[in-house]
T-cell receptor, first 116, second 111 residues
Framework: GAVVSQHPSRVICKSGTSVKIECRSL??????MFWYRQFPKQSLMLMAT?????????EQGVEKDKFLINHASLTLSTLTVTSAHPEDSSFYIC????????????FGSGTRLTVV | DAKTTQPNSMESNEEEPVHLPCNHS???????IHWYRQLPSQGPEYVIH???SNVNNRMASLAIAEDRKSSTLILHRATLRDAAVYYC????????????FGKGTRLSVIA
């Protein structure tokens, strides 16, 4: 089946530094990827929609200058958390829709970010 | 998007069937019913989806009410590995829109 590979699985960084999270579609082309954030004991919250070759669309309340999204190819989307702070510590997950029609979505395995 | 309502949590004994309900009284004719689950510290995974008819796959069965205002995900024999949060989500079959997650049902499986 379609797989989205997400790296790193976990990262610890210092406050003020930047962290890049990568998501690759391994056996299909993803013109669109979705980025979510999940705090402990809560559901997934959509942060942004990443479109290949164009600017990402951010959900209300998500700072585009803090969460930089790049989707330069049909198989790679990246999320960079800039100037990270402890409140950015969360579980970040990417997703892509597989094919067209009523197919499902596939998700990355998630990145646990801890900012110290 | 139409809203879904699920119980916050459910508990099952291992190797017994589990019926996870979902209410979606405002569903529209073009909404597909999708179920995903999220195991601890992992991204969600697809379980099953349907439109009007009941569906079966290797993971589960989906029973859809005749009026489509509710559905039930059926795990025929729960195992410890089925302990997860199960999300019922309605999706329009058009465009490339993201999944919008509600709170889901946290299933605990007791050995």
């Amino acid at each position: 089946g379609a797989v989205v590979s997400q790296h790193p699985s976990r990262v610890i960084c210092k406050s003020g530094t930047s962290v890049k999270i990568e998501c690759r579609s391994l056996d299909f082309q993803a013109t669109t990827m979705f980025w979510y954030r999940q705090f402990p004991k809560q559901s997934l919250m959509l942060m942004a929609t990443s479109n290949e070759g164009s600017k990402a669309t951010y959900e209300q309340g998500v700072e585009k200058d803090k969460f930089l999204i790049n989707h330069a190819s049909l198989t790679l989307s990246t999320l960079t958390v800039t100037s990270a702070h402890p409140e950015d510590s969360s579980f970040y997950i990417c997703s892509a829709r597989v094919g067209t029609g009523n197919y499902g979505y596939t998700f990355g395995s998630g990145t646990r970010l801890t900012v110290v | 998007d139409a809203k879904t309502t699920q119980p916050n949590s459910m508990e099952s004994n291992e190797e017994e069937p589990v019926h996870l309900p979902c209410n979606h009284s405002t569903i529209s004719g073009t909404d597909y019913i999708h179920w995903y689950r999220q195991l601890p510290s992992q991204g969600p995974e697809y379980v099953i989806h349907g439109l009007t008819s009941n569906v079966n796959n290797r993971m589960a069965s989906l029973a859809i009410a005749e009026d489509r205002k509710s559905s039930t995900l059926i795990l025929h024999r729960a195992t410890l590995r089925d302990a997860a949060v199960y999300y019922c989500i309605l999706i329009r079959n058009s465009g490339n829109t993201p999944l919008v997650f509600g709170k889901g049902t946290r299933l605990s499986v007791i050995a």
